[in-house]
């Protein structure tokens, strides 16, 4: 059965995640059989906005991991103290968003100032409060709903793992993946690869794609610097003078923060004392 052959009212269809372009769940009416969600597994991957429409409905916790450049950025403004708050947007709506929330809105990319440059993140003070847009990371943060929802990367995987595994045992991991000049996703090796290194610390069963995520993770985690600085994403922020940004993204297990989303705000859960009941 195709998937446009799908009742609009059947409830299994109704009560699932529709993203805007329209996509539909396929299943057969005899059994509600569905082929995407991963569901025979607790440990679930799968790309982008659709992975989580995907996964979502059967998971406990959703990870967002956009190594280069959100996650990593989250987990470097978390470290000095700050909150961050992601937004899709970066246009008037962000400002307003920034000023209802008493946070400094990130800027074009910079050294200088605070940016979708984790670099630039790492003098912020404590208690600052910072918006963050980004068409990949923080665009996904705010599909997940009421799900606890994390953001994870190479830097903290570990702890990130055991933060997940407070929520429940049915842990989706999505990588963000960039996107072509289209607008389609591209996906991303150092994204795979941090979703990888977060499934490495996991226990349950795994999807086939889970685990030849975590199993690329294994096999590179001795060069993870030289991939991500010669992989396609690593070359293009490195060949606009973004290098000490890979190379932030590029350190394993240097942090302890365990990012999760409060209140529109990610905070660290090890700050905050723990996985809180959302």
Not at 64 to 75: P, R
Not at 83 to 98: C, G, H, K, L
Not at 191 to 196: I, K, N, P, R, Y
Not at 198 to 223: C, K, T, V, W, Y
Request: charged fraction near 20%; include cysteine.
């Amino acid at each position: 059965m195709k998937s446009s052959d799908c009742d609009p009212q059947c409830a299994y269809c109704v009560d699932r995640p529709q993203l805007n372009w329209g996509v539909r769940w396929q299943h057969t009416f005899a059994t509600g059989t569905v082929w995407f969600d991963q569901d025979d597994y607790a440990l679930r991957c799968e790309w982008g906005s659709a992975g989580i429409a995907a996964l979502a409905p059967g998971s406990d916790v959703i990870v967002v991991v956009d190594v280069l450049s959100f996650s990593t950025c989250v987990d470097v403004a978390l470290g000095r103290g700050a909150r961050v708050y992601p937004y899709r947007y970066r246009d008037a709506s962000a400002r307003e968003f920034a000023a209802s929330v008493d946070a400094i809105l990130a800027g074009p990319r910079s050294y200088e100032n605070p940016s979708l440059s984790p670099a630039s993140l790492r003098h912020l003070p404590a208690g600052a409060r910072v918006v963050l847009p980004s068409p990949n990371g923080a665009t996904l943060s705010w599909l997940t709903g009421s799900l606890p929802t994390l953001t994870g990367c190479l830097r903290n995987a570990a702890a990130v793992a055991r933060a997940a595994q407070a929520y429940g045992s049915r842990i989706g991991v999505i990588p963000a993946g960039e996107q072509w000049p289209d607008g389609s996703l591209r996906p991303s090796i150092e994204d795979w690869l941090g979703a990888g290194a977060i499934l490495s610390h996991l226990s349950g069963s795994i999807s086939p794609e889970a685990d030849l995520a975590r199993e690329a993770f294994l096999r590179q985690r001795a060069n993870l610097a030289a991939v991500l600085e010669s992989c396609t994403s690593g070359r293009e922020l490195i060949e606009q003078g973004w290098r000490d940004d890979v190379l932030l993204a590029t350190e394993l297990e240097v942090s302890t923060c365990a990012p999760v989303l409060i209140d529109h705000a990610y905070q660290d859960t090890q700050a905050t004392g723990g996985a809180p009941a959302i």
